[in-house]
Nanobody
Framework: VQLVESGGGLVQAGGSLRLSCAAS????????MGWYRQAPGKQRELVAS????????NYADSLKGRCTISRDNANNTMSLQMNSLKPEDTAVYYC???????????WGQGTQVTVSS
């Protein structure tokens, strides 16, 4: 499975960004997908996740109400709409896919999101 993120960039506080992740390869084996982020000097943390058919989503408390995760299995894509961005949202955002069997984790290369104050 290969994952490629896009949509990062520089935005002012209060602005919005939409991140996308395109999956290729053995996409039929993907179960849960998610977005993680890592700010300088901090550990990577979960932003949001979505189950294979989109029936269940999970959000980090810091972003709850400000972002929406979605998934299009027909096109093997996943998106993250982020609104009301804050400077503390600045980080590299990574796409993640859990692949069966074995629940292996696959990662994209990351996309930089920078929110200016």
């Amino acid at each position: 499975v290969q994952l490629v993120e896009s949509g990062g960039g520089l935005v002012q506080a209060g602005g919005s960004l939409r991140l996308s992740c395109a999956a290729s390869g053995s996409t039929f084996s993907i179960t849960v997908m998610g977005w993680y982020r890592q700010a300088p000097g901090k550990q990577r943390e979960l932003v949001a996740s979505i189950t294979s058919r989109g029936g269940s989503t999970n959000y980090a408390d810091s972003l709850k109400g400000r972002c929406t995760i979605s998934r299009d299995n027909a096109n093997n894509t996943m998106s993250l709409q982020m609104n009301s961005l804050k400077p503390e949202d600045t980080a590299v955002y990574y796409c993640n896919a859990v692949v069966r069997p074995g629940s292996w984790n696959y990662w994209g290369q990351g996309t930089q999101v920078t929110v200016s104050s």
